[in-house]
């Protein structure tokens, strides 16, 4: 009998799901590659005893192989060619683990830099200067291996961690996205942008950047090249953000509270927020990691609202169309966003908090490294001319113009519940 095939959100779901279960419940899953000390690697003498050595050879093939074979489950559930993916898999996770051990470098680790973003640049630089190939163009699942990862992400959000910031942190993650997503729709409307690409540019913008992106893609099955357009405008737009923020909230003169608050508010990407918070200071991290951690639990409430949303508006456009019914929103409904909710309560509410951080630390590793390998994908399918011509350069316009209100109006609430009211514990 034949394998009914699945969709990709399903098989993320089950994907994800599968990789935490052995992770939580068995030893089944092997030790990740190493790549230097905390600090980052600095010379031969590191690279010669912690990275090009034999043990760590071994972890990364077992790491290739274990990756490998998800990545063909996934592809037999979904009914893909098995073949692409034997071909192209191997060359995005070298490519990965090139950025990887850039990223690990002492003078990229004292920049602040994620891999994420050395993984994107690593696949621009090879679909803008050099050129993909028609075997590894077949092979490419950005959006596969970004949803495992966002199903796996919900191990590391959690309800104990955004309460302490209480009632003021979720205050500001709701004001915040509802404020600043509706800017950013009525800007990119105003400037004439097609209205999936809108939407999707208001909830990177105003949720949690690459997470949103993807989920209110799935909710209004948007375009994979638009999609992509996006996250690449969120990690470039990310860098400077990132960099310069904490030393204007100096500037400023800011607390602590209020400069966390601020970030978190305000960067699109987790790991540049943590990377920011480091730079302005333990407090700073601890308070912007908190309200980031906010922001993407809503994410679930904001792909239900987009999904209920876009099957009114196809009603809208198409008198003929059937009228919308639970059945209809939820099948529009992103599944992995549903894996990433019920993930995040079970780590929550239903396993130790023991059990939660000590098999979180190897789950987060995990998903970060599908997200490597999702943003080496979406390297390999965006070209930089596609971003500054689309559309005659207005989509880039109304993002940044949208980014520059969320940091204003997020910097005056920020400073209103943080200053002004907050009552520290």
Known sequence: MKLKQLSEDWTSVIVGSVLIIAIVATTFFPE?????PKEGWTGWTVLSTEIFTTGNSIRLLLTFLYFLLFTLFGGWLMG??????????????????????????????NLGLETVLFSLLIGLFIRNVIKVPDWLKSGIQSEFYIKIGLVMLGASVLFSEIMKAGFYGLLQAVIVVVSVWYFAYWIAKKMKIDEELSIMMASAVSICGVSAAIATAGAIKGDHKKLS???????????????????????????????GAWLGGTIDTTGAVVASGTIAGDVALKFSTIIKFSQNILLGVAAFLISVYWTYKQVDKNKNQ????????????PKFVLGFIIVSLIFSFVISAETAEFTGKTIKSYQSLWFNLAFICIGLETRFKDIIELDRGRPLIAFLTAQLFNIFITLGIAYVLFQLLWVGQ
């Open 80 to 109: 893909k060619s098995i073949k692409s993916v034997l071909w192209a898999f191997p060359v995005v996770f070298i490519l990965s683990m090139g950025a990887q051990f850039i990223a690990s470098s002492g003078s990229m680790k």
């Open 32 to 36: 990740l590659p190493k790549f230097g």
């Open 229 to 259: 357009y996006v996250i690449s405008l969120v990690l470039i737009v990310a860098i400077p953000m990132m960099i310069f923020m904490p030393l204007l909230a100096k500037w400023l003169g800011l607390s602590d509270e209020v400069t």
């Open 322 to 333: 059937e009228k919308p019914t639970l059945k209809i929103i939820w099948e529009r409904f």
